[in-house]
């Protein structure tokens, strides 16, 4: 439904004017890798002590907590989990999320560009990427130069094993009542990491998705054995989604030589997103209009999948212009193709995303359960910006402006009894 896909313009637009920079106090940003959140944010209130009503068929209301003494979410986020993975194989155990939960029937939507970085701080800001300042994995701060990069992201830093950051998170309901963190978030790297190798239909993806699967299996086990399964609120998401990549079809920026030469260190990054800061001194609109005039041309291999842009002229709906951290020529890729600076001999596949956030292999997951979640319930897709919304409503807290829909919560929450 279209009223899930616009964020409140009015509203942000005028939060923007007048508190630009108040997102850097935002209580749930973090890096997305563990994150805990004491308590003591204000607006928590007693909890009721009844007993959790029998579940009728329709429910209305929320189910009062019966064990924890305030709200709590974990908020799990499995890479690269395209939408479409949790039919691969069984998956009983995010299964029972969803039968038991709230679903996008259809999937989430990730921000523009579908990318790890700008995605993740995107659901734990509410902040399209050209207000959060993550504007691709990589780039170069065109004020001070200096180079902001995803690398330390890679599988190989990841040294905690997957069990140990369930338990982890588990550990924490071992603390007295009022010393429960009321934000936890657990991120796992699979299946993204298996998706770049292999693309999303090899059948190493089944198996990290049988992984992932085992993982929130344990940590389900884990919240029951301590009796806060169904006091617990659990969001499970994805960042983006994958898409199947060849190298036969690639679009190389050598060949729009005869029409204008694009040296590689105009190049912020090449593929899926492919952002181009000329030097001062060379037109933009000039290189946009001679870039497109050559791969209009029918002469440049696969020059009818890639068009490019002035940020100003992107469609509306990516807002992906407001940051000067955004360089000013940005192209749009086709699904699956990819752009490359010159011609090489490799021949490989794999899987890729960053594609425009339209497509549906760039989709990804979302699924809440929790005492706010209607069981069994489906709803529209929509923008990861709205879970920053979700999550401060569910924790009662007051959340920083930002570009989600003010009341997304309540048209997704049941309300309080
Ligand atoms: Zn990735």
């Known amino acids: 439904m ?24 935002n209580p749930l940003l973090c890096s ?45 986020s499995s890479d690269g989990f395209r939408f479409g993975y949790q039919f691969k194989t069984a998956t009983p155990n995010i299964g029972r999320l969803i039968a038991n939960g709230t679903e996008a029937e259809h999937g989430l939507i990730p921000v523009f560009p579908t990318l790890t970085f700008p995605n993740h701080y995107s659901i734990v800001t509410g902040l399209y990427p050209a207000y959060h300042g993550i504007i691709n994995n990589r780039f170069a701060d065109p004020h001070t130069g200096e180079i902001f990069t995803m690398g330390s992201h890679e599988p190989k830093w990841w040294l905690v094993p997957f069990e140990e950051r369930v338990d982890t998170v588990l550990g924490y309901f071992d603390l007295p009542s009022s010393e429960i963190p009321i934000f936890m978030t657990l991120y796992f790297e699979d299946p993204d990491h298996q998706g770049h190798q292999v693309g999303p239909d090899d059948p190493e993806i089944t198996d990290a998705v049988a992984r992932i699967d085992r ?3 344990r940590l389900i086990q884990g919240l029951e054995k301590r009796g806060v399964f169904d006091d617990v609120t659990i969001i499970m998401v994805g960042d983006h989604g994958m898409v199947g990549t060849c190298d036969k079809k690639l679009i190389f920026l050598e060949d729009l030589a005869p029409w204008i030469e694009i040296p590689g260190d105009w190049v912020q990054s090449h593929t899926p997103l492919l952002a181009i800061r000329p030097p001062p001194g060379v037109s933009p609109s000039d290189v946009v209009a001679k870039m497109n005039e050559g791969l209009k041309s029918g002469k440049v291999d696969n020059g009818k999948n890639l068009r490019v842009f002035l940020k100003e002229e992107l469609p509306s709906r990516l807002h992906y212009v407001a940051s000067d951290r955004i360089p000013p020529i940005i192209g749009l890729v086709e699904e699956g193709f ?32 929790g005492p706010e979640f209607a069981r069994g319930q489906k709803i529209p897709s929509f923008e990861n910006v709205q879970i920053y919304n979700l999550v401060t409503s569910i924790l009662k807290i007051q959340g920083a402006p930002n570009n989600g829909t003010q009341s997304f919560p309540q048209s997704i929450l049941l309300s309080s009894p």
């Open 32 to 76: 997305p890798s563990t994150l805990i959140l004491p308590l003591g944010l204000p607006g928590n209130p007693p909890p009721p002590s009844s007993q959790t009503p029998s579940t009728a068929h329709i429910e209305s209301t929320a189910r009062p907590l019966s064990k924890l003494g305030h709200p709590v979410v974990i908020l799990i």
């Open 338 to 369: 990819k752009v490359e600076q010159k011609r090489s001999k490799r021949q490989e596949c794999g899987g890729a995303h960053g594609y425009d956030n339209a497509f549906f292999s760039m989709r990804t997951i979302f699924i809440g359960h």
């Open 2 to 25: 279209q009223q899930y896909l616009q964020p409140d313009k009015m509203s942000t637009r005028r939060q923007f004017q007048s508190k630009k920079k108040t997102h850097r106090t």
């Open 215 to 217: 993982m929130i299996g």
